[in-house]
């Protein structure tokens, strides 16, 4: 079988990379299984932190569950670093892991819910009237974040103590005042796969006080109330100014997903840009898996068709050095 033939006859074999607490995969990816199948791709969920695996063997990479890697980040990233046809990519997964990337899309003119960024030295003063967010930067599923109301003293104290105790740990913390308009309009997620809308889901409000520990990494859905909605026209004004502020441009998303909440006038701002292991929802929509399928096998085909090109070249450049040796002049240095 010739090199040129080898791309478009072999089956695609892609990795769905998951976490050692779902080595099945959530709900959310089997969705995928059955429509890659009928386009000639082969799934194999892949844990990703298990050292056993030739990620080579595979035409693309697809982070999916990895809902275990905020407390060993930089073990994650360098796994992604190591990994090729990633998608998304190692550059955005670094970027996207750190809520600071809100800064990067604020500077680019993108209205964000306003935050307050404490490093772990620094003190800070806990405002005495309001409802406000507390939560780390590296952080997923509203895990360590809790709503407090500073009227009310009890819950100051409790305010104060969670940010003493995620600076304790090192981490960066945000303090964010809690929009009112989440209770009436919840979050609205705007999916978009390969840079192009696919759906979209109202996200009912998740907190209700105080941070209790409550790990909704792997409930259902993450133990939203989601229903399946059409945007309006600001918020999808507003998502494709967030996707045009992503460093290497939306194209080069395999996935993304765009939480917008109403600020204080009803505008859509963003709450958070998640490309790293979001919830896609596919449930929601009966076409949103044919999409994501298709758009997988678009990559996955792209990624190998490059690496085809690639051994073709390298083979090409090795056959013209056995033909034609470099030369080299010898340099007579009596003159």
Known sequence: MSTGNWAAVEHMHVAFVTCAELPQLDEDARRLIAPLALRGVRVTPVVWDHSDVVWTDFDLVVVRSCWDYVPRRSQFLEWARRVPQLANSAPILIWNTD????????????????????????????????????????????????????????????????????QAAGRVVMVQPYLVGIEDDGEMALVYLHGMFSHAVRKGPVLTGPDEGIDRRFQPQGGLNLQLRRPTTAQF?????????????????????????????GNPVLMELELTEPQLYLGYDPDAADRMAAAISVRAGAERSARVSRVAKQREYGTAMLVAPP????????T
């Not at 100014?241 to 080069?252: F, I, K, S």
């Not at 030369?327 to 009596?334: M, P, Q, T, W």
């Open 237 to 265: 004004t507003m998502a494709d100014r967030v996707l045009a502020a992503v460093p290497g441009g939306r194209d080069t998303l395999l996935y993304a997903r765009v939480d917008l909440v109403p600020d204080e006038d």
């Open 327 to 334: 030369r080299f002049e010898v340099l007579d240095k009596s």
């Open 99 to 166: 809520k600071c990337y809100l800064r990067d899309l604020e500077d680019c003119g993108v209205s964000v819910v306003p935050t307050t960024w404490l490093k772990p030295e620094e003190t800070w003063t806990a405002p005495v009237t309001g409802t406000w967010v507390i939560k780390p930067a590296a952080s997923m599923a509203s895990l360590d974040t809790g709503r407090y109301r500073m009227d009310y003293s009890d819950q100051r104290q409790l305010a104060l103590k969670h940010v003493r105790r995620l």
